[in-house]
């Protein structure tokens, strides 16, 4: 496979031809963009992702198990969702089944949960509501 893709490439050198770059050094685009410029911040200026020591990974958080304040099992995180604002609005929470079955999906926003990391990295992931409370919440449609 890889001598016929040589052969190829030295075919069409030798022929002439252009090859089109595949990428471009400092350039992005985001899904959906149509322009080739690079990410920018909002001043203006070239931004670089920035993560600090206290970020919770989404991969972290999703999966993790939801208890009360009483140590009520509550269920489990299965997803976050993002507005408009690119921000996360609300953990998706699995409340009410056995073994997945018959659960229902809600959103909590993550400002009504608290997360924090235990002595083995894992989340612990509180709420301040009863299992039926949030049993009584609308469920969750997900696209």
Do not use: C, F, W, Y
């Amino acid at each position: 496979m890889k001598k016929t893709l040589s052969i190829a490439a030295l075919t069409a050198i030798l022929a002439g031809a252009t090859v089109p770059a595949l990428a471009q050094e400092g350039t992005m685009s985001p899904p959906g963009a149509t322009s080739e410029a690079p990410l920018t911040a909002p001043g203006g200026e070239a931004a670089a992702p920035v993560a600090s020591a206290t970020d919770i990974r989404a991969g972290a958080l999703i999966g993790a198990e939801v208890t009360n304040s009483a140590g009520e099992d509550i269920g489990k995180v299965t997803d976050l969702t993002i507005g408009d604002d690119h921000k996360v609005n609300a953990a998706i929470v699995s409340v009410g089944g056995i073994l997945g079955v018959g659960d229902k999906l809600v959103a909590i926003a993550l400002s009504d949960m608290s997360v924090t990391p235990d002595a083995d990295g894992d989340l612990t992931v509180k709420v301040a509501a009863s299992k039926d409370q949030l049993k009584a919440m609308p469920e969750v449609v997900l696209n």
